[in-house]
């Protein structure tokens, strides 16, 4: 019987520490994640304030962090947006290939990407865009129709 509960002690510490280096783990990603928004953020910032100022052109992001923090940032933007701006952003966004990317993700097996896709494309809104929403219509989540 002692031998019994002690494996069942040593069962539970086990758990135990992978539950802390599971949270250990998740801790880390999230710095460091805000980490690359603090440093990139800016930056795509001043890039499209450029861009739609006329004064600048727009380099195409390295990593896929950094493709994700200048997407927040360019639908935030288009968000304030109205007439030619939002237009310009809008055509930026396709041929910097965020389009084809969301038209991608439309067709992802989780429901939480194919949701997150449909809103980016329906903020967007351009032809292609448009288009790719529209091979969207049969997909079993309503929220993403």
Avoid at 50 to 69: D, I, M
Avoid at 91 to 101: I, K, N, P, S, T
Wanted: aromatic share 2%; glycine share 8%.
């Amino acid at each position: 019987m002692t031998a019994v509960l002690g494996d069942i002690v040593l069962a539970m510490l086990a758990l135990l520490a992978a539950g802390v280096l599971a949270d250990m783990v998740m801790r880390f990603e999230t710095v460091r994640k805000a980490r690359r928004r603090r440093r990139v953020r800016p930056a795509a910032a001043a890039g499209i304030a450029e861009y739609l100022a006329g004064t600048g052109t727009v380099s195409r992001p390295g990593t896929a962090g950094e493709r994700s923090v200048w997407l927040t940032v360019a639908i935030e933007a288009m968000l304030d947006l109205r007439g030619d701006e939002r237009a310009r952003l809008a055509a930026l966004l396709d041929r910097l290939g965020y389009v084809a990317r969301q038209s991608i993700l439309l067709h992802a097996r989780r429901v939480g990407i194919r949701r997150h896709a449909a809103e980016v494309l329906t903020v967007i809104a351009t032809p292609a865009a448009l288009s790719a929403l529209a091979g969207g219509l049969d997909d079993p989540d309503p929220l993403v129709r």
